[in-house]
Every structure is written in structure tokens, then in C-alpha cells.
């Protein structure tokens, strides 16, 4: 199994609005990908967007300014 | 074989629609059920066609407003249901179609919905003062088909729209004979729910529909179930689309529809318009005045590519027959689920043969088409 690390994960509401982010964060060529929910994040749909830890920011601004819609960003050891 | 039975779906479809189907059998997961390629391939299949409709009908509440059912008679029945409440009352129209007569005299039974008609005459016209006079102080909703599948004939949703606004009333349009051949704008021409299938004037697949759905407009759900988000809450989750869309969607169906979408941007609505227009009116002048024929519909009026006959005293189930068998021209018989736009064109006892027209036709089968009908009114 890989080792663990720490990311942060953009959590949304529904599977288009990680579809949205996906189409928008590619776009703006972010680093990062659309993974399956962390189990211990209980709220979100089943997909979220994982990236580096240093890209929190960049992406909650891109995302606000985009009009993306996204439930949370958590940070996560996995 | 001449197929003008497009009104009920349409026959050809593009190649393109066609090889979309076969590459989404060959490599789709499922839609929001994991992100290994071929889930993801699937969901932003999906995701894209969401886009282009809600960019074709203006939908106010976007692409997360856009939600995928099996056809026009799901949607129709998802959004009927899923607003009208005990006791309101509603106004439709005689030219509806049974995916909006069915739910609303359901209501009626059941719910003490109060349902009344803006009333067609002989020719099938209605009058839209009608709408207004209608209205009092419980009704909740104007439930109305764009197009009448029996006549052709287009209704004026501008004006429809602009009533329901000034009374603050919720306008649900059935698009099922109009979507991809007339204009339709949300936002333009309030309305707050438009429901439309895939299979017809949209050149789909069969199984393929949904609605869009304005910003702020509540529909409960129809049925509830898996939908890959919030697997552990009780209740379906409350955010459009999943809100309205338990269960696997039909995303091979879908990726059709979105390449069958491509097609009419590429074509351009106003083209595909004017063909199957010009083909309309290229029948109806060629049939006009034969002996024996009775046409129905005001031909002075906008209208859908639908050219709607009798011919003398025969049943119209042994014309389209006759007209299969022997010159093997594919027409609907009958009474086209339209019961009360029969009742008022007085052809409840009869029905009507319906010729109806698509972009793939061409002039030559129109001509023989002309020929077949002549032929049998001299018969």
C-alpha cells in the first residue's frame, strides 16, 4: 500500500459539482485529481478533488472566483 | 421504406449519435460511482451533456438544474407530482398529450386537484385570453405542451410564460414535440420547468429525456434510492440533479444524446427548422385539394412539422395501414394519446392519420408520399 501523506480535499455537494471543479481546476492547470470520499469525511458526494497541501488557497480561489459550488476543504492524512 | 412517423420518434438518427452509443458500451463505468477512469469517463459524459442542455434552453438554474429521466412522460410525471399539492388548482390546455392529462386527472382523483382547459376549437386553435380567465385564487400552475403532436400546431409560450409570471404561477412545459425545432428560453419566456425527451425532434436514443429546472423551483422526488452521494443519510439528498435522479442513469443513452446535441448545434435549429417546415408545407400544398381529403389545423399559423388527415368516410387505422402495406409509408393512426384534442377537432369516432416530418426526409419521399395519398382518395 502507498504511504500515507497529507492532502487537501475539496468535498461537494453533488457529482456535478466535482465534475464543475474538475473541468475548472484542469482549466487553471492545478495539480490534483478526482479521488473517492475519504470515509472520514462523512459529508460530500462520493468523489472529491485531492491536491498537494500548499494548494489550498489557490484553489478555494479559483473556485470562488469561478462560481464553482463546494461543501468544504479539508486537510487529510491518507 | 418512407418513415414520417417522426412525431413519435424519430427513425434516423446521425451516424454520430450512433457510434457515441457504441463507444460509451464499450468503455462507461457508472455515473458518480467511483473515480477509476471509467466511472469518470462516464460522469463527465454526463456532466457535458447537462451543459449543452441547459445552454439550449437557457436554464436558469444551469447545468445542476438539468436532470436526466427516461422521457418526456417520466418528466411530465416527476414534476406534476412532485409540485402540484393536495387541493391546488391548474390550467392545461384540450391539446395536451395523456403525459400531462394522466398525472393531472390522477391529481384530480386523488388529491382534490382542481384541473381546468383553455378550450380548442374545431381548427384546433385556442384562445389565450382563456389562460387569464381561468385563474383564481388557488391556482398554483399552467401545465401545457409546446406543440400539439396532433395538429402541429405551436403554441405562443411567450405569451403562456408572460401570464404566469404576472400571476405569479408556476408554467411546467411539455417540449416533446419542440425541442431542437423551435426556440425555448427559461429565462425569456418564464418558464419554470421544461420537460423534453431525447428520442424525438432531438434525434437520441430512446430512454433519454429529463428536465430542466429553474433556479429556486422545488420539486419533490419521485423516487428515492441509491445515488452514490451521502450514502449514509436516510433521506435522499435535497440538491438537484441526484434530488431527482435515484438509480443508475442511462449514460450510454446519454452519450448519444449529447452527440445528437453537437449535431443540431453544428446544423443550427433555424436550418433543421426550415427543412422539415419546407417539407410540411411542400405535403400539405400537395394534398390540399384532393377530393375526399379533410386536413385539420390552421395552416395560417405557426406550427410543427405535422400534417394531420382523413380521407372520406374510412377509418384512419385502414389508411395508415393501406398506406404501409401497399406503399410501405410509415404514418400513425389513431388517436396519438391526444383525447381531448380529438374530442374537439370531432374525431373521436375515427381518429386522424399523422404524417409527420424530419430533418432526414428528403422532397422525393414527400412527392411519393403525395402520390400514395392521391392514389387512395381516388380508390
Known sequence: MREKKLRIVVVFNTTTDAMAAEVCLKKHKVEGRLIPLPSEISAGCGMSWSSPPDLSEEIEEILKTEGIRYENIYTVYM | MIYLDNAATTLHKPQQVIDAVVLAMENFGNVARGTHEESLSASRAVFNTRIKLATLFGCT?????????????????????????????????DLEHNSVLRPL?????????????????????????????????????????????????????????????????????????????????????????????????????????????ARGVEI??????????????????????????????NSH???????????????????????????????????????????????TKKRAPIVSLNIGDYDSGAISDELASVYEIATRPGGHC?????????????????????????????????EAVAELCKK
Open chain 2, 61 to 93: 438554474g444551469g447545468a445542476g438544474n438539468t436532470v436526466f429521466c427516461q422521457n418526456s412522460t417520466e418528466a411530465l410525471n416527476i414534476a406534476i407530482n412532485g409540485i402540484i399539492n393536495e387541493g391546488d388548482h391548474v390550467i392545461t390546455t
Open chain 2, 253 to 299: 443513452g446519454i452519450a448519444g444524446l449529447s452527440a445528437a446535441l453537437d449535431f443540431i448545434e453544428e446544423t443550427g435549429i433555424e436550418n433543421i427548422r426550415n427543412k422539415e417546415e419546407g417539407l410540411a408545407r411542400r405535403f400539405y400544398e400537395g394534398v390540399k385539394d384532393f377530393e375526399n381529403i379533410k386536413i385539420y389545423g390552421d395552416y
Open chain 2, 105 to 213: 386527472y390522477r391529481l384530480e382523483k386523488e388529491k382534490n386537484v382542481k384541473l381546468d382547459f383553455v378550450r380548442a376549437d374545431i381548427n384546433g386553435n385556442i384562445n389565450y385570453d382563456d389562460f387569464e380567465k381561468l385563474i383564481n385564487q388557488k391556482t398554483r400552475a399552467i401545465v401545457c405542451t409546446h406543440a400539439s403532436n396532433l395538429t402541429g400546431l405551436v403554441l405562443d409560450i411567450n405569451i403562456i410564460g408572460g401570464i404566469a409570471k404576472k400571476y405569479g404561477l408556476l408554467f411546467i412545459l411539455d417540449a416533446s414535440q419542440s425541442a431542437g425545432v423551435f426556440d425555448i428560453n427559461m429565462k425569456d419566456m418564464n418558464i419554470d420547468v421544461i420537460c423534453f425527451t431525447g428520442h424525438k425532434s432531438l434525434f437520441g436514443p430512446q430512454g433519454t429525456g429529463g428536465m430542466c429546472i
Open chain 2, 338 to 370: 391526444a383525447p381531448r384534442a380529438h374530442e374537439a377537432l370531432g374525431t373521436v369516432d375515427k381518429g386522424i392519420v399523422r404524417f409527420s416530418f424530419s430533418y432526414f426526409n428528403t422532397e422525393e419521399e414527400i412527392d411519393e408520399a403525395i
Open chain 2, 220 to 249: 419533490r422526488p419521485f423516487k428515492t434510492g441509491g445515488t452514490g452521494i451521502k450514502t449514509f443519510s436516510r433521506y435522499q439528498p435535497e440538491e438537484y440533479p441526484v434530488r431527482l435522479e435515484a438509480g443508475t442513469l
